[in-house]
């Protein structure tokens, strides 16, 4: 079983649906938690960070962690097409360990 | 804030030569820099942590002398792709962790990426 497990779609939706992205992990440690957008051969874009669980909202983006669960989730209310690309999540214990990335997302917004 | 150059963001060479790839942190200095490799459609495969001044920490499986990287400063690394391969074509992306000193810790920041085409 791996750290992260994060579906790798595609996720295809239409224009202004939410869109819900989630990833399960199995270390109790990790404490920090990131979503990352990636777009078609560009590096990938922090987008949202967040420690512990609870949820943090930033424009349309919601990003919601469990622990409980080791269950985390990235939200995208009214979706453009802007928004398609791929998304992974990542986490990390802190300290001077290095966030283990998901596998990656795909999401298609079509108008 | 937090911008990570990375250059070039595309190289095509002959195979047996070798490739240097540039990652800076413009705004800010990186205690630590990394070099992640990614194939189509898979997630990003860490290749190798460096540290200002110290020699870098590789993962499992990948080749020290292959994939030569230096930090020479807080805001500079480098992959020299040596004797390059068409096995060795990819998608290279840097990524820079901002030296804190309080709060949020671990967030990476990516440069563009570098498309290696080896013929």
């Known amino acids: 079983q791996k750290e992260v497990e994060q579906d790798p779609g595609p996720l295809s939706v239409p224009e202004g649906a939410i869109v819900s992205l989630n990833c399960t992990y199995s270390?109790?440690?990790?404490?920090?938690f990131m979503w990352y957008r990636q777009y078609s051969r560009k590096g990938p874009e922090l987008l949202m960070y967040?420690?512990?669980?609870g949820n943090k909202e930033d424009g349309r983006f919601t990003a919601q962690v469990d622990k409980s669960s080791k269950y985390i989730s990235l939200f995208i209310r009214d979706s453009q097409p802007s928004d398609s690309a791929t998304y992974l999540c990542?986490?990390?214990?802190?300290?001077?360990?290095?966030?283990?990335f998901g596998r990656g997302t795909s999401l298609i917004v079509h108008p | 804030g937090a911008v990570v150059s990375q250059h070039p963001s595309w190289v095509i060479c002959k195979s047996g030569t070798s490739v240097k790839i540039e990652c800076r942190s413009l705004?800010?200095?990186?205690?630590?820099m990394f070099w992640y490799r990614q194939f189509p459609k898979q997630s990003l495969m860490l290749m190798a942590t460096?540290?200002?001044?110290?020699?870098?920490?590789?993962e499992q499986g990948v080749e020290k002398d292959k994939f030569l990287i230096n930090h020479a400063s807080l805001t500079l690394s480098t992959l020299t792709v040596t004797s390059a391969h068409p096995e060795d074509s990819s998608f290279y992306i840097c990524s820079a962790e901002p030296k804190t000193s309080g709060g949020f810790k671990n967030i990476q920041y990516f440069g563009a990426g570098t498309r290696l085409s080896v013929l």
């Open positions: 967040t420690y512990s669980s």
């Open positions: 705004d800010f200095q990186a205690t630590t």
């Open positions: 270390n109790s440690a990790f404490q920090y």
């Open positions: 990542a986490m990390t214990q802190g300290g001077s360990y290095i966030p283990t």
């Open positions: 460096s540290n200002e001044g110290s020699k870098a920490t590789y």
